[in-house]
C-alpha cells in the first residue's frame, strides 16, 4: 500500500520504521529539513527516551487517558523499545529513577538511528514539504457502521512552494502538539484533524511551570530545594500531591516537582487560582518539627530570631519566613510564645502559594489534550470514521509525566499506527 507518514518525529518515524517492515510502500512528509528536531532537544541534549520501569509503573505515569495506552504498551513497550534500540547498535544506559538514555548522552545519535532504521528498511523521507489538507469522500462499509468516510488525497506545499496532491491508500498524522514551535509542532495537524470533523479535546501547556500571584517570589528566584512536599487541592479533592525537586523562578515555580504539578492542574487552573502547599520538611510531623526547633531555640536562647534558623532553611529563604511569620527579627529567641513557634512550623510544613496561571507552550515539554481518543481505534490508531486515516504521539489527548514516558506514549502509539494499516 502506498503510505505517507506526515511527521519526522519519534511517533512518526516509529511509524514509517513499522510500516516498511510490514511491507508498504512508505514516504515520510516532514517540514523541516531534517528528522527529529524535538527529539534533539529532549533531556536537555541527551534524549530520555524511555523508562525501564515494570508495566504498572507505565501505566500509573500517563496523566491523560492511560486505559487507551494499554494495547499499545502490550504490543510494543518500553522494554521492546530499548531491545530494538539495543539491536539497531545504540547502546543505552539506566539512570536515576529508571530513566534511560544514549550512553553517549547526545540526542542526535538517538535521530541517527531511527533515520538509518528508516533508510535500511527503504522509507523515503520527504524535507521542507508541508502537509495543508486532507480529502476524502463518503464511504459506507458493511463490516464497520461508524466508517463515514475514507481518504482519498493528501494536499501539500512542497520545498519549491509548490502546492501539490498526493493520493494514498493510507496516512499516518504524527504531527506532535502545539509545545515548542520552534520544532515544527504547532498544532496545523490538530486543526486539520478538526477539519475532517474529529473532536479535538481543548488542549494546555502541561509540564510547564507555574507562576505564583505572591511578589515576594521574586526574592527567592534561583533558591532550589530538594526532598520537599507540594501539594494543590480544590476545595477537599486533592489534584495533586508529591514529594521531590523544585526551583523558584522570578515569577513561580519550576523544576520537576512543579512540571508534574502543573499536568494535575491546568485545566482546574484556567477556571480559578489555586493554592500550592509547599512542605519544606516532610519527614517531620508537626510536633516533631516543633521539638526540633525547641531543641534549636534552647541552644540559642539568647540570639536573635533572624540568627537562629540558619540550620533549619536555606539562606534565601530565611528572610521570607520571618516576613510571613510576624515575628520580630530582633527578638530574643527566648522571649518567642508558643504561639508564635507554631506560626513558625506552620510555615515551613505548609507555606502557601497563589497559582495563578501556567506558562505557555513556549516552555511547556507536552500538549495536554488534542485529537479524542474516543475518534481512535487504541489497537490499530486508525480514526474510526475515517477509513485510511491514522495518527500517533502527541496529536493524541494523552499526556505523561516527565521521566522518558511521552516518547514512549510516541514510540508505542508510532508502532501500532504503522502495525495493522489497511
Ligand atoms: C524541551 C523538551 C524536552 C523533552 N524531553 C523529553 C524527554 O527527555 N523524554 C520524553 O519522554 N519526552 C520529552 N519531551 C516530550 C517529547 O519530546 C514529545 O512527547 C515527543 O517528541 C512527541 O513526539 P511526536 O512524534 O508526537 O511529535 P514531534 O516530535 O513534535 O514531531 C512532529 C513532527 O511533525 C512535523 N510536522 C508538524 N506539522 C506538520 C505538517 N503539517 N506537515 C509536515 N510536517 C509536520 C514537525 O515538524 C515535527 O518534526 C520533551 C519535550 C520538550 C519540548
Redesign the pocket.
Same mark, same amino acid.
Given at each position: 500500500m502506498k503510505v505517507y507518514v506526515?511527521?519526522?518525529?519519534?511517533?512518526?518515524?516509529m511509524a514509517a520504521i513499522r510500516a516498511a517492515e510490514m511491507g508498504h510502500n512508505v514516504t515520510v512528509?516532514?517540514?523541516?529539513e531534517k528528522? $527529529?528536531?524535538?527529539?534533539y532537544?529532549?533531556?536537555?541534549g541527551?534524549?530520555?527516551?524511555?523508562n525501564a520501569c515494570d508495566s504498572d509503573q507505565l501505566l500509573a505515569n500517563i496523566v491523560s487517558n492511560p486505559k487507551f495506552m494499554m494495547s499499545a504498551f502490550s504490543a510494543f513497550n518500553n522494554h521492546d523499545l530499548m531491545k530494538m534500540f539495543e539491536d539497531e547498535g545504540l547502546e543505552i544506559k539506566v539512570e536515576r529513577g529508571n530513566r534511560v538514555f544514549p550512553v553517549s548522552d547526545h540526542s542526535s545519535d538517538v535521530i541517527r538511528t531511527l533515520d538509518k532504521m528508516m533508510r535500511d528498511r527503504g522509507v523515503k523521507l520527504e524535507y521542507n514539504?508541508?502537509?495543508?489538507g486532507v480529502e476524502t469522500e463518503s464511504y459506507s462499509c458493511e463490516e464497520d457502521k461508524k466508517v463515514q468516510a475514507r481518504l482519498v488525497a493528501i494536499k501539500?506545499l512542497d520545498s519549491s512552494k509548490k502546492e501539490k496532491r498526493l493520493e494514498a491508500d493510507v496516512v499516518i498524522f504524527?504531527? $506532535?502538539?502545539k509545545?515548542?514551535q520552534v520544532?515544527?509542532?504547532?498544532g496545523?495537524?490538530l486543526q486539520?484533524a478538526e477539519k475532517l470533523g474529529l473532536k479535538v479535546t481543548a488542549t494546555r501547556p502541561a509540564?510547564v511551570p507555574i507562576s505564583f500571584k505572591e511578589d515576594y517570589i521574586r526574592e527567592l528566584e534561583g533558591l532550589s530545594l530538594k526532598n520537599v512536599g507540594v501539594s494543590v487541592k480544590d476545595g477537599k479533592k486533592e489534584l495533586y500531591s508529591g514529594f521531590g525537586e523544585l526551583v523558584y523562578t522570578a515569577d513561580g515555580m519550576s523544576g520537576p516537582l512543579i512540571l508534574s504539578c502543573s499536568s494535575k492542574i491546568g485545566k482546574k487552573l484556567e477556571e480559578k487560582e489555586l493554592i500550592l502547599h509547599l512542605d519544606m520538611k516532610p519527614s517531620l510531623s508537626y510536633d516533631q518539627l516543633d521539638q526540633r526547633i525547641l531543641r534549636d531555640f534552647k541552644d540559642e536562647m539568647n540570639k536573635d530570631f533572624r540568627n537562629s534558623i540558619d540550620s533549619l532553611l536555606p539562606r534565601k529563604m530565611i528572610p521570607i519566613v520571618i516576613k510571613l511569620s510576624g515575628i520580630a527579627p530582633d527578638k530574643k529567641v527566648n522571649l518567642i510564645t508558643h504561639e508564635e513557634r507554631l506560626r513558625l512550623v506552620s510555615l515551613i510544613k505548609d507555606m502557601q502559594y497563589t497559582c495563578v496561571k501556567l506558562h505557555d507552550f513556549r516552555e511547556?515539554?507536552?500538549t495536554q489534550g488534542g485529537i479524542s481518543v474516543k475518534e481512535i481505534d487504541p489497537k490499530t490508531m486508525r480514526a474510526k470514521k475515517i477509513k485510511g486515516l491514522y495518527f500517533?504521539?502527541?496529536?493524541l489527548d494523552i499526556d505523561?509525566f516527565?521521566?522518558?514516558?511521552?516518547?514512549?506514549?510516541?514510540w508505542s502509539t508510532?508502532y501500532a499506527a504503522g502495525s495493522y494499516l489497511e
Open positions: 506526515v511527521g519526522a518525529g519519534a511517533a512518526g518515524m512528509l516532514e517540514r523541516n528528522s $527529529g528536531k524535538k527529539i532537544i529532549t533531556g536537555k541527551r534524549c530520555n527516551l524511555t514539504t508541508l502537509v495543508t501539500v504524527a504531527c $506532535g502538539g509545545s515548542y520544532t515544527g509542532s504547532d496545523l495537524g486539520i509540564l511547556a515539554i507536552i500517533a504521539g502527541e496529536m505523561a516527565t521521566g522518558g514516558f511521552n516518547l514512549q506514549v510516541a508510532g
